[in-house]
């Protein structure tokens, strides 16, 4: 089985514009958490998506924005790029509950300058 | 003060060896606690949860949780150099999950 995709791998982007990112779950899975990880940091909890509802949201100011689809895909959107987003954007599907095993992907690496 | 600490290393250990990782949260009502590793240029993978005090085990794996000291633990046995990795610390409580910085392992042959 695919496990969680995301893309794109990678991202170049200047400051005030616009950038949005994409993640795949596993098949089945209904629950998608999307995370920022600065290098030599842990991951900081943006949002997370639970059958199309947003179930939980971290401290990211309203540039940050995502949504699911009704095949449990989900996108985050960042508007306005500050040089400070620059980091690793990793989405982790569970197949019901927030506290189910998360399954991470591979991430997207945006990079602002 | 942040919701997860942990000590940001390295901690090294000889093969064979013990390894003790300790993370402390603030929440006195969180109530899932997780250990993931990540290795260099990849994504965490779960290794062990954690709902209630006492001990877990999970072959060379042990996670140990005391909420009244607000604290978490992974204790990895016979230590391998494929061990060598980040361990981060989560804990979840309503609705949001909470990632430590992270512990680097390092594990010498």
């Known amino acids: 089985d695919a496990g969680v995709t995301q893309s794109p791998t990678h991202l170049i982007k200047t400051r005030g514009q616009h950038v949005t990112l994409r993640c795949s779950p596993i098949?089945?899975?209904?629950?998608v958490s999307w995370y920022q990880q600065v290098l030599g940091q842990g991951p900081q909890f943006i949002f997370q998506?639970?059958?199309?509802?947003?179930?939980g949201r971290g401290n990211f100011p309203d540039r940050f924005s995502a949504r699911q689809f009704p095949n449990y895909s989900s996108e985050l959107n960042v508007n306005a790029l500050l040089l400070g987003d620059s980091a690793l954007y990793l989405c982790?599907?569970?197949?019901?509950?927030?506290?189910?095993?998360?399954?991470f992907g591979p991430g997207t690496r945006l990079t602002v300058l | 003060q942040k919701e997860v600490e942990q000590n940001s290393g390295p901690l090294s250990v000889p093969e064979g060896a013990i390894a003790s990782l300790n993370c402390t949260y603030s929440?006195?009502?969180?109530?899932?606690f997780f250990w993931y590793r990540q290795y260099s240029g990849k994504s965490p993978e779960l290794i062990m949860s954690?709902?209630?005090?006492g001990d877990k085990e999970d072959g060379r794996f042990t996670a140990q949780l005391n909420k009244a000291s607000q604290y978490v633990s992974l204790l990895i046995r016979d230590s391998q150099p494929s061990d060598s990795a980040t361990y981060l610390c989560?804990?979840?409580?309503?609705?949001?999950?909470?990632f430590g910085s992270g512990t680097k392992l390092n594990v010498k042959p």
């Open positions: 982790a599907s569970s197949l019901e509950g927030a506290t189910d095993t998360q399954y």
């Open positions: 954690i709902y209630s005090n």
């Open positions: 989560a804990v979840y409580n309503f609705n949001k999950f909470y």
């Open positions: 929440d006195r009502v969180s109530q899932s």
């Open positions: 998506y639970y059958e199309k509802e947003e179930r």
């Open positions: 098949s089945g899975h209904k629950s």
